[in-house]
């Protein structure tokens, strides 16, 4: 079939819905009737042919057998598919034999949906369909419908046929069908503005993606494939990559391909299935539910593996699957990576939980057959948005994701695609290629391919999609990474780089620098220590309002300040307002702040630059003065009357004895020499083999993101240390992260225009204004 007889096809079904449902369903539920009666119309023709057979069997297991329960395996034989219907009726009998009286109709359509064997049974339900038929059927236009799908006028089945004016109304092949359920399940997203990952994967995409993954390996294939998609709503790549390996004249593949998929959509399920059962394929293969929450496929290894998954979509319903609190329990999203110091440590592989798009290319890479029981190991495609490259700090779920299948020699390539290829969404979109088993030339090395510039300009939009790749683009991009290119010319619209796979990688180092405080006593500061921390504003309100009384008896007014906390929006439960009448959480901090200006009485109000002296100085006075104040007491009253100043001392945190083993131990962990020792936070003394370490000071911490391939030590000294000397790494902080940014690699500098030339631009657009000023004062 054309592809101009597939969209006549598409137009006339399309026309059903305004020409029969409009006053019976909302346009948003055209989808609900229109997708389901093309599946069971497209069954029903291709069951039409051997009906007879099929009944003749039922008749030969009841009568002359005296089975009560059917065997399956007769009547598939005797139909000639994997599905069957054991009603006498078909879609044309039902239209044929209708009358006046919609509960017949309705009585003999529900019979001919129960006489479908279980598969086919399971798609009915799916579609909720026997409810809609019924509810079809009460407002009138169940008949409508069921002529409109019988019409001569169209052709649903795989044979040609003639209408009745004698012109030919070519087959419709499983392909075809496969292309009118995308085209129409395509306008049904347009209508009712579906969400930008849930669109349908464009034909010339799904057909980058199978060159990509199947042409390295031609004439090397195994005589027996298995293609997995985890996200494959209608079937869309489970069915061109079968038919590209079969079809193609490159190919021509004689082997046998199973396909499998999930799907999470009961309607997309629906149709992915009933599309598997019309080929023959074995429906079993494709599964409903989430991806996400069972490891359905747990047990199961896949040579190729293509999808399109949802993308910017939350998977916080199906979290609890996936993670008990904070540790993770799916095996899948656990992977074993070694930390700065080489300790292999099993880590969180989970993206934050707005957006899952990398945890069904987790679900792919687990799946990954190993190339000892194939040959040729397994390859992935998979489309994901920009955020799957640098999404994540280090450490986090994403960057775990990137870290683990870069350093594994898992990405073979990216390629970066056109904005508005696809139909409701405009993004820039990546199509990630996976492969356990690379050649030697590509061994520790990615390819990432720009082809942002290679597109052609629709005629007509479709949706958001108004640029496609032509077939020569695609050529070109396969040709590119099939020849391993490692670069391209600066005017060529696909752009090419090469990288080595530590190149993606970074160490992310906190720089620390050491705490100065001053330290004075005031009113101000001690006031603070009147409240405990956790309820500081309802306390402040209430001390300002009812003085020393708090420190009494506020149990009468208990009432009152319930409804001064929900006027104020305090966020207060009954426990806590119950907590701030009480005596004891008036009493406790009342103590520490009396111990406070107790200090204040003998310390004065003097400023102290030396924080160090400050404290020794109320140890001191403590002890002196018999004030027993705790370590937290004191903890608590210093960092009240203490800030930060920067022509403050160094707070001092300990000083150590560093000697022989103890150094040698430090050395080893440290990578460094005993004079690079403050480079890290180990400032030596007058005294041979003491240091002094600082108090950080938390507000001046930064970060610093330090390639792999670089020494830690020497970034710190040339680009770090000459600006802030004082500063230290904290090596213990190291974490390591993988990022691939598209933009940084591929970005063209375009120089600034001259001074000359902006100047000659502005005098000619003064000259213009003046003439047409001049224009309109002369008309």
Known sequence: MTHHSHNKLVSFIWSIADDCLRDVYVRGKYRDIILPFVVLRRIDSLLEVSKDAVLEEVRYQREDLGEVELDGDGLRAASGYVFYNTSPWTMEKLKGTATNSQQKLIANFEEYLNGFSSNVQEIIAKFNLHAQVRHMATKDVLLDVLEKFTSPYINLTPFVKNDPEGRLLPALSNLGMGYVFEELIRKFNEENNEEAGEHFTPREVIQLMTHLVFEPLKGNLPNIITIYDPACGSGGMLTESENYLIEDPAFKYQGDVYLYGKEINDETYAICKSDMMIKGKNPENIRVGSTLSTNEFADTKFDFMLSNPPYGKSWASEQKYIKDGKEVIDSRFQIKLRDYWGNRETVDATPRSSDGQLLFLMEMVDKMKAPTSNRIGSRIASVHNGSSLFTGDAGSGESNIRRYIIENDLLDAIVQMPNNLFYNTGITTYIWLLNNNKSSARKGQVQLLDANNLYRKLRKNLGNKNSEFAPEHVAEIVQAYLDNKADSSEESPLQIKQFKNADFGYFKVNIERPKRLKAQFTAAALDELRFDRSLRVPMAALYETYGDLVYVDLGNKIDEITQRAEKEEWGLNKKQVAKLVE???????????????????????????????????????????????????????????????????????????????????????LGCTEEQFPLFGYFPTAKAGEYTLYETE???????????????????????????????????????GYEISFNKYFYKHTPLRSLEEVKADLLALEEQADGLLNDILNF
Do not use: C
């Open 583 to 669: 005596v004891a959480t008036w009493q406790k901090p009342k103590a520490l702040h009396d111990a406070a200006l107790n200090l204040w009485a003998h310390i004065g109000d003097d400023v102290f630059m030396d924080f160090n002296a400050f404290s020794g100085l109320v140890d001191e006075i403590s002890k002196s003065r018999d004030l027993r104040l705790g370590a937290a007491d004191k903890k608590a009253i210093l960092a009240a009357i203490s800030t930060y100043d920067a022509e403050a001392e160094k707070v001092i945190k300990k000083v150590e004895k560093i000697s022989g083993e103890k150094a040698a131990q430090l050395i080893r962990h």
């Open 698 to 736: 938390s507000d001046l911490r930064d970060s610093e993101q330090i390639p792999l391939n670089e020494s830690i030590i020497a970034y710190f000294e040339r680009e770090v240390q000459p600006h802030v000397s004082e500063a230290w790494i904290n090596l213990d902080s190291v974490k390591i």
